[in-house]
């Protein structure tokens, strides 16, 4: 037989050969008598349209003429794939890859390289490789880096029987940063009799790596006031009963570390305090937290008897009981931080223990969110 290749003009392809692969397919006789043999074509270019045209022999020749010709593709390498990022973690990036099949050849693995986008042209191999979401052209690859607030470049190939893609285009992506305090805007309380204001915060964070703590203050002093967030990225701190026109300053924190410190002065004496005493006011914070420390002790003691009479197969009433327990000792466990501080150490030691219970408060419900607001509107001297 003879095949010619119909991409440009019609020619033989000489360097392609034709193998009988009785190994695969045995020569098979149809009902209407025909003999069908498969053979196996090597040595064509990927990607190219072939026509091809068959003569036949037997005992006696060759047929006159060939039979019709018909037309077949090979099939292709994948194309270069799209990328999309996302963040997972602090230090962790997912990255999705749309690799459409070629016909014929499916995509068998996608790979990703990652390189710093000052260090341009040092890409690195990232392991292992993607996974595929069963039914779909989409593969997933995790991908763990070493910096936060740094900006790398990605990029990805795929692969099938044919051979490898092109790299697809690199797209740069940010890991997440410390918060950023995009405003800060001071408003009097009218309502006392010395002066006060309300600090409003609006701070901007990764949602990957959320706000859990953030800390006004005046500046050139160590008076300090834990905000409360009012909604999504508004914070608010209370300063009352306090000489007037000084300078407030704050920062925030996230799981990647402090934001920048923020200043704002008064435009007017009506708009600023200058002072505030917090000693008081976390001392009572932390009596309060001793108090309902023992508070939390005697009820937990209360279900664990309950659940003693409870029977075994009252599996609902037991479920009640445990989650009641479990929301006791959350709260235990921030009071417990809140009495084991001062006044002196609360600012330094606070973010520090906050960070490593951010799960625990993302999550506080029940008497743990009550107890920990209660102390919070003490320490911000709102009651």
């Not at 006159?64 to 194309?79: D, G, N, V, W």
């Not at 993607?130 to 593969?139: A, E, L, T």
């Not at 409360?228 to 300053?249: I, K, Y």
Request: aromatic content about 6%; hydrophobic content about 40%.
């Amino acid at each position: 037989g003879s095949v010619e290749d119909t991409k440009d003009s019609p020619n033989t392809v000489e360097h392609a050969s034709i193998e009988k692969s009785e190994h695969r397919v045995r020569p098979e006789l149809t009902e209407s008598g025909l003999v069908r043999r498969a053979v196996l074509l090597s040595g064509l270019e990927p990607g190219t349209k072939y026509c091809f045209r068959v003569w036949v022999s037997n005992a006696v020749g060759w047929n006159l003429q060939a039979a019709p010709s018909f037309e077949c593709s090979t099939s292709t390498r994948p194309s270069p794939p799209e990328l999309r990022a996302k963040s997972i973690g602090v230090y962790v990036v997912g990255l999705s890859v749309h690799a459409p099949d070629p016909d014929g050849a499916p995509v068998l693995e996608c790979v990703a390289q990652v390189c710093e986008d000052r260090v341009m042209g040092k890409w690195t191999d990232v392991l292992p490789l993607g996974v595929r979401i069963p039914g779909h052209d989409v593969w997933n690859l995790t991908i763990c880096v070493a910096n936060h607030s740094h900006q790398y470049l990605f990029r990805a190939r795929a692969s099938n029987a044919v051979g490898l893609s092109e790299w697809s285009m690199p797209i740069p992506f940010s890991t997440p940063t410390a918060p950023k305090v995009t405003m800060l805007a001071l408003r009097p309380i009218a309502e006392t009799e010395t002066g006060g204001v309300l600090v409003d915060i609006d701070v901007q964070s990764d949602s990957c790596a959320p706000v859990v703590l953030c800390v006004a203050e005046v500046a050139h002093t160590k008076h300090r006031v834990a905000a409360q967030r009012v909604h999504e990225n508004l914070w608010r701190a209370c300063f009352v009963d306090l000489p007037r026109g000084a300078t407030f300053r704050c920062r925030a924190l996230n799981t990647v570390g402090w934001s920048a410190m923020t200043e704002k002065q008064p435009r007017s004496e009506e708009e600023g305090v200058t002072k505030v005493c917090l000693t008081p006011l976390w001392n009572s914070a932390a009596r309060l937290a001793s108090a309902e420390l023992h508070r939390h002790a005697a009820e937990r003691q209360r279900l664990t008897e309950l659940r003693h009479n409870v029977a075994e197969t009252d599996r609902d009433r037991i479920a009640f009981l445990r989650g009641r327990v479990e929301t006791l000792d959350g709260a235990s466990h921030v009071l417990n931080v809140v009495a084991s501080l001062d006044a002196d150490t609360m600012y330094d030691s606070w973010p520090q223990r906050c960070r490593s219970h951010i799960e625990l408060q993302s999550s506080m419900s029940g008497d743990a969110a009550v107890a920990l607001a209660a102390v919070l509107l003490l320490i911000e001297g709102g009651v």
